[in-house]
């Protein structure tokens, strides 16, 4: 299982929400550039980035933040928030991402996410599920869709995605610990699909339990801005896993 750190982005700054309140956000530090750094100096080669604030206007916003971040690194970036067009995608390709992240247009125009996948390959595509009490949220996570989270993976599946990360927003920044009973449904019911697990973690522990209930990965967020898993640990784990 691969550990994957998180960066959302809200005016260029890095922070961390609250089950998604942007009223509750915390600065963690004015420079991702310098997070970034520290993520790839402690040996991790991913990166999921998140532009906040493209993903509540609707539009890209924080593309230079990106940009930043890809020129300064090697890591392997995917970013999300506010991605609706094939323009949209092709440009934040051209900013350095290796793969876009695709949420709430997922849900309103999957036709959307067929041509994506002819366009780029659908490995350079990640579908974001963000659910809360079983149903899919968009627009960053401020409206309920009305959508299963298993139909909707289901709907995935069926025209070519073949990795998903699923957020169990009640648990996001709540370091709570992740919702394991939802994961392990999620790959009874699909097997074959590439799970990445986010939202809860809060110590190395939840990150062996996410790989023994099938998660190819792990994105991890507050545990490391709290201090509560190390860069050393997230690191050791993130190599441990690949053995």
């Known amino acids: 299982m691969q550990i994957i750190p998180a960066m959302d982005i809200i005016s260029g700054k890095c922070v961390r929400l609250s089950k998604g309140d942007f009223s509750s956000q915390t600065i963690y530090s004015e420079s991702p ?35 930043a971040v890809a ?7 995917d970013f999300g928030g506010g991605i609706k067009t094939l323009t949209d995608a092709k440009s934040v390709f051209n900013a350095g991402a290796n793969i876009i992240t ?15 996948i002819l366009e780029f390959g659908a490995g350079k595509i990640l579908v ?9 949220r968009i627009s960053g996570w401020l409206e309920d869709s009305g959508v299963d989270i298993f139909i909707f ?34 790959m009874r019911r699909f097997p074959s699909l590439n799970l990445i697990a986010s939202g809860g973690v809060s110590k190395k522990e939840d990150l062996i339990l996410l790989s023994e209930a099938g998660c190819k990965g792990a994105i991890v967020g507050k545990a490391f801005y709290e201090g509560a898993i190390s860069l050393a640990e997230l690191s050791f784990l993130n190599t441990a896993n690949k053995k």
């Not at 550039?33 to 924080?62: C, P, Q, W, Y």
């Not at 695709?102 to 994506?116: D, F, R, T």
């Open 153 to 186: 993976l289901k709907r995935m599946i069926d025209i070519g995605i073949e990795t998903v990360f699923c957020t169990d927003i009640s648990k996001d920044g709540m370091m709570e610990g992740p919702s394991l009973i939802l994961y392990k449904e999620i």
């Open 128 to 136: 974001g599920a963000d659910v809360l009490d079983g149903e899919i």
């Open 102 to 116: 695709v949420g709430s247009m997922a849900v309103k125009n999957p036709s959307l996410i067929k041509e994506m």
């Open 71 to 77: 020129n300064s690194t090697s890591l392997i970036i």
């Open 33 to 67: 550039v310098d997070i970034a750094k520290s993520f790839e100096d402690a040996g991790l080669t991913r990166l999921h980035v998140v532009d906040l604030d493209g993903a509540k206007a609707g539009k890209i916003a924080n593309l230079n933040v990106l940009e």
